[in-house]
């Protein structure tokens, strides 16, 4: 049975994340091991889809969609040929989940299946339980599947077919865990779930995050210790990089420093030393001599500025609107 697979990646939020707030960079735009971003783990799984040529990338603003697309153009992912990637800005405010993905989907065919994902989850192991149900020869008869995890949460992977998601209203807000779903059952059309393995990941934070960087780099390389240090990084011979860890290129790591389970991105220097654990040091960050850094997030200079501008300009109405909402993975 040949089926037609579209993905669409839910990749904005309500609000910034604890992890958007201390970097400024977008979350499919970090590193997941020393090869793969988390925009590239998602790549790498989707590609495994038979039948799924596209995805659709929604973001929040312009400013994301050019960091994302920038991601995607140095990505060192060997499968994009046969997928091909659309990153786009929200085109309507408070359309949640479910209305944002009736909007980019609208022109799909009618046979279409879409896959949907919350972008700022670690991927499962595989796709494959999700898509097996869809290609059953019952499958007729079937309007989606609902990911599960080991614990029988929502996993934040779906698939639905076009029938199914046109019952989203095309005006207003929309969620898909707490309206469509349930419009689903009252219309009587058939959803069956799928597990997908353990307990869903999601990067929102830098305990979240450091967590799914081992959890990848084990899946990659079955060994969650592993490290990563980029041929371009500057690291002293007396310098110590311990347990599961990410050092990107232009990294300044100098005389007895240590470095513990952390990821140290771009340009960020730590001087002699200083000791990060547990840590995410931003790009361009600078970690002073003897130091001691633990469980923290030091963030870049530029991206202390727009937390700083940003933190000035919250509106009360904001905090009112985002109560009713609480729980949307996407604007």
Known sequence: MTVSFTSVMLAGTLRPTPLREA???HVLCLPMS????LLDTWQSRLAEIEGLSEVRIVVNTEQDAVSVNQAAERSSFTGSDHLSLHITAEGTSWRGAGGILHDVTENLPPETIVLCVEANTLPPVSLAPLIEPLLDQQADTLDGVVGINDVDEPAGVYAFTRRAIELIPSVGYHDIKEQFLPDIHQKNLRIVTARLGERTLRLRDRKGYLTGVRQNMGAIQNNTTGKSVSYEAQVSDSALIDGCCIIEPEVVIQDNAVVHDS???????ID????VSRSIVGPSARISSN????????ASPEAKKISKSTSSKKVKSHQKVGSMIQGDTNR
């Open 23 to 25: 970097l400024d960079i």
């Open 34 to 37: 020393s090869e793969q971003t």
């Open 263 to 269: 990821v140290v991105l771009s340009g960020a220097r």
């Open 272 to 275: 002699k030393g200083a000791i």
């Open 291 to 298: 130091a001691r850094i633990v469980r923290q997030v030091i």
